[in-house]
């Protein structure tokens, strides 16, 4: 049910990153060229990125003292139910609150599902159960590539609907979920240690005992910056791989003289089949990454992958140039999501159980507090690129790929943290 309940936040993440900038054009004034629409996609990533952000921090600590599954239903319910209000956006505003909301939803789930799981498992499945919860994610961005297919290809609806159905179907699966997870029951390890800290005054979810023991404290901050790394490499850079798809697919296209009504409907398949190619490559990445730390421990595997990362996501972004290059998607989205595994691997076993979540969900989300500047670094970079080239298109892709590159360089930051964290393998979970 975790793992379930991770799947479908991811589906409703990727509706949000294939549909944003179409329902954007529709809910912004006609006025606004290609290159402001843009900019504001960038906005509403990063306010999505603040409401995920500011979500980890309060349904962290909610659910080291009431219960990891209660508040992983309560969480559910809330980005499948403002996944689905955002479809009923009527302009830019009210758009950019249920993306919020939506957020804060999304950014309480993968803390309470991997404490969850953390918990409930015996040490010998916990590792390869953790990496398979993430790995999983894949296959909900996927499933939201193939939606899009079957709304756009198979059902052709309009532009001006297509995106408001991808938004309701990504509220459907959860709702399911929800109901399932009702039955769900708290874990042993959790509901003992909680009655044993009500009868000792020991502090359940406490920002206060997190950052007054200096271990602790050492541990969140460094575990933080680790996924900082790994957040901007992917929501900064890596999803943003479908407006280069588009760019180079309309421009080529363009040159071959297809007609422009032609363009617009095969950019948007190779869009999806972009997708679908960079999380297929992502499963196997985090699977991989599973299997590499359970052999050469935690940190060895974090610098493989910070490394390969840096080097898949210029390879993509400085070669791709049509569709015989989207197998380059595939590598970039194996090594940058190669990490994500590592982290619902790592983050459980820097914190005691009664602060498990809140210090797995600080680490994962608060992070995204920075990581929201690089999607609007990177959309007002678009801004001023596509003033100074405005009759340029290959300058200014060209100029779009050297962006991505510069802030590829955060993967470097991520490797030079590894250094300073303690090595976890074959170590008990700290009680």
């Not at 957040?231 to 003289?257: A, H, Y």
Request: hydrophobic share 50%; aromatic share 12%; net charge positive.
């Amino acid at each position: 049910m975790a793992s379930l309940a991770w799947l479908f936040d991811c589906l409703d993440q990727q509706i949000f990153i294939l549909v944003r900038k179409e329902a954007l054009r529709f809910l912004l004034p006609p006025s606004m060229d290609g290159s402001e629409v843009q900019a504001y996609s960038g906005y509403a990533t990063s306010i999505f990125m603040i409401g995920w952000a500011t979500g980890g921090m309060i349904f962290g600590s909610v659910g080291d003292r009431f219960g990891r599954a209660k508040t992983l239903t309560l969480t559910v319910l809330l980005y499948s139910f403002c996944t689905g209000l955002s479809a009923f956006s009527v302009g830019w505003i009210d758009f950019a609150v249920y993306r919020f909301l939506t957020g804060l939803g999304v950014g309480g789930v993968f803390g309470l599902a991997v404490t969850l799981v953390a918990d409930t498992l015996p040490p010998r499945s916990r590792t390869g159960a953790l990496g398979m919860l993430q790995a999983l994610s894949a296959v909900g961005n996927i499933g939201a590539g193939l939606a899009y297919l079957f709304v756009t290809k198979v059902v052709k609806l309009e532009p001006s609907l297509s995106w408001k159905v991808m938004f309701l179907l990504g509220a459907l699966p959860a709702f399911l979920c929800v109901f399932l997870q009702m039955k769900m029951k708290e874990p042993e390890a959790w509901v003992k240690a909680r009655a044993e800290g009500k009868l000792t005054g020991v502090k359940f979810g406490s920002y206060g005992e997190l950052f007054g023991t200096p271990v602790l404290r050492y541990n969140a901050i460094m575990g933080m910056l680790l996924c900082v790394a790994g957040i901007i490499g992917i929501w900064g850079i890596g999803f943003f791989s479908p407006d280069l798809v588009r760019d180079v697919i309309t421009l080529n296209l363009k040159n071959e003289g297809i007609p422009q009504d032609q363009i617009a409907e095969q950019a948007n398949m190779l869009v999806s089949f972009n997708n679908i190619i960079q999380n297929l490559g992502a499963f196997v990445g985090m699977m991989g990454f599973t299997a590499l730390t359970q052999v050469i421990g935690r940190k060895k595997a974090f610098m493989i992958a910070f490394v390969a990362a840096l080097v898949a996501t210029n390879a993509y972004f400085q070669i791709f140039n049509g569709v015989r290059h989207l197998w380059l998607s595939g590598l970039m989205g194996c090594f940058q999501m190669a990490l994500f595994a590592g982290f619902a691997i790592y983050l459980p076993e820097l914190f005691p159980l009664r602060l498990r979540s809140t210090g797995t969900s600080f680490c994962y989300n608060v992070g995204r507090y920075f990581a929201a500047a690089g999607p609007i670094t990177l959309g007002l970079l678009q801004l001023q690129m596509a003033t100074k080239f405005k009759d340029m298109p290959e300058q200014k892709i060209d100029a779009f790929r050297d962006a991505c590159s510069y802030m590829s360089v955060v993967f470097v930051m991520g490797l030079i943290v590894v250094f300073f964290l303690p090595e976890t393998k074959d170590k008990p979970l700290p009680e």
